[in-house]
């Protein structure tokens, strides 16, 4: 059984920049041909995708949040991770990590339990 | 990328059908068959309900449903129950190798 965690700071203020880890455990980050993605929940709103990554492959981000995204991975430690840079109130949100594909059958199969990350001066 | 439209709740009776639907366009619903399903409880991960359009996870109830038409999409959900209230989004692979949601819809069982 895949479980996903997500772990890092739940508290920022403006203009810092957001750093969060997921573990994966249960199986391999670099097997089989899977994505794995970020995703956020605003506050009483909806799922918004940021990007994902494929263990060897580059990253592929949300247009509106490319600017400020990155996503990198490290099969060293079952983890991947995710920066957003000069953030602001507006990305407040609860943040998933989720394990995406395989390639021919593309869905979100597998959630992290998702981490509260609240920007405030 | 535009978010996929979904209505923003629908109702039913316990014992009732629902259907939600999800439209998109050409770069996206339309022309993948990757169109999955999420059921949200109240301060829960989203649970994959429906992939490929129309496939169910293993150990989901039958109740369940997915259909695609043009760039519309459907989640039915038949034989209503009280514990099925919740919010549901679509999502789906798009041209620019991105993936989208729809803006989710609140499913109330009166």
């Known amino acids: 059984q895949v479980q996903l965690q997500e772990s890092g700071p739940g508290l920022l203020e403006p203009s810092q920049t957001l750093s969060l880890t997921c573990t994966v455990s249960?199986?391999?980050?670099?097997?089989?041909?899977?994505?794995w993605s970020w995703i956020r929940q605003h506050p009483e709103k909806g799922l918004e995708w940021i990007g994902y990554?494929?263990?060897?492959?580059?990253?592929y981000y949300n247009p509106s949040l490319q600017s400020r995204v990155s996503i990198s991975v490290d099969t060293s430690k079952n983890q991947f991770s995710l920066k957003v840079s000069s953030v602001t109130a507006a990305d407040t949100a609860v943040y998933y990590c989720?394990?995406?594909?395989?390639?021919?059958?593309?869905?979100?199969?597998?959630w992290g339990q998702g981490i509260l990350v609240t920007v405030t001066s | 990328q535009s978010a996929l439209t979904q209505p923003a709740s629908v109702s039913g009776s316990p014992g009732q059908s629902i259907t939600i639907s999800c439209t998109g366009s050409?770069?996206?619903?339309?022309?993948?068959?990757?169109v999955s399903w999420y059921q949200q409880h109240p301060g829960k991960a989203p649970k994959l309900m429906i992939y490929?359009?129309?496939k169910r996870p293993s150990g989901l109830s039958n109740r369940f449903s997915g259909s695609k038409s043009g760039n519309t999409a459907s989640l039915t959900i038949s034989g209503l129950q009280t514990e099925d209230e919740a919010h549901y989004y679509c999502?789906?692979?798009?041209?620019?190798?991105?993936?989208?949601f729809g803006g989710g819809t609140k499913l109330t069982v009166l």
């Open positions: 490929d359009v129309s």
């Open positions: 050409s770069t996206d619903v339309g022309l993948y068959n990757y």
């Open positions: 999502s789906s692979y798009t041209t620019a190798s991105t993936r989208v």
């Open positions: 249960g199986g391999s980050i670099s097997s089989g041909n899977y994505y």
């Open positions: 990554i494929y263990y060897s492959g580059s990253p």
């Open positions: 989720a394990r995406d594909g395989p390639w021919g059958s593309l869905h979100f199969d597998y």
